[in-house]
């Protein structure tokens, strides 16, 4: 059963706009959530996380927003450059430092 | 920010070789590492967890014979593919965390293992 669910596999998006990449999740007793992205053939780089204490958190042009009534999140890009092409894992983990559970990704392909 | 170095990035060798993989923490003490593997168009798949000084914990289905992990230190963690096998061929990624709650890990950039 998955615990972390990416239901979109790809997303495309004009140069510009926005990319919005949803997560959803089961497990109540996670608490600290974080996007991560990933280049062919590169290990994963960190983005952006949140704690279940907050519900939005902004780094430049990345915002991840959290509802926890509704188990989901999403990363917002704005505006999204062809650079941010990449695969995007969203990730959860439960308190006390747990492993890492990821979502299967989304590719982000931003068109120019 | 911190950084994670993952040795080798590519590895071709014959079934039934030995292949072993490092991984350190370049900037931070790590006291857990975690290896990970990713099939093509897969998530990452936990293999196992490594806590300085202690035995490793594997995930349901790995096996920990094969797949054979040592952290001596709090910034190296080994994966030895032990007697590797076509079927082994993947990606493999660690990455390294330090003590402190709520803290990110970070990723090596990965191993291409083929096994011929």
């Known amino acids: 059963d998955q615990q972390v669910k990416q239901n979109s596999p790809s997303l495309s998006v004009q140069e510009g706009r926005i990319s919005i990449l949803n997560c959803d999740y089961t497990n109540s007793m996670f608490d600290y959530f974080l996007w991560y992205k990933k280049y062919p053939a590169e290990g994963p780089t960190f983005l952006i996380s949140?704690?279940?204490?907050?519900d939005k958190n902004e780094d430049g042009r990345f915002t991840v927003f959290l509802n926890k009534s509704a188990k989901h999140l999403s990363l917002h890009i704005v505006p999204s450059q062809p650079g941010d092409s990449a695969v995007y894992f969203c990730a959860a983990s439960a308190w006390g430092n747990t492993p890492l559970v990821f979502g299967k990704g989304t590719r982000l392909s931003v068109i120019a | 920010g911190a950084v994670v170095s993952q040795h080798p990035s590519w590895v071709i060798c014959k079934s039934g070789t030995s292949v072993k993989i490092e991984c350190r923490s370049l900037?931070?003490?790590?006291?857990?590492m975690f290896w990970y593997r990713q099939f093509p168009k897969q998530s990452l798949m936990l293999m196992a967890t490594?806590?300085?000084?202690?035995?490793?914990?594997?995930e349901q289905g790995v096996e920990k014979d094969k797949f054979l992990i040592n952290h001596a230190s709090l910034t190296l963690s080994t994966l030895t593919v032990t007697s590797a096998h076509p079927e082994d061929s993947s990606f493999y990624i660690c990455?390294?965390?330090?003590?402190?709650?709520?803290?990110?890990?970070?990723f090596g950039d990965g191993t291409r293992l083929s096994i011929l």
């Open positions: 900037d931070f003490q790590a006291t857990t």
């Open positions: 490594s806590n300085e000084g202690s035995k490793a914990t594997y």
């Open positions: 990455s390294a965390r330090s003590d402190r709650e709520n803290q990110p890990q970070h």
């Open positions: 949140i704690s279940s204490i907050k």
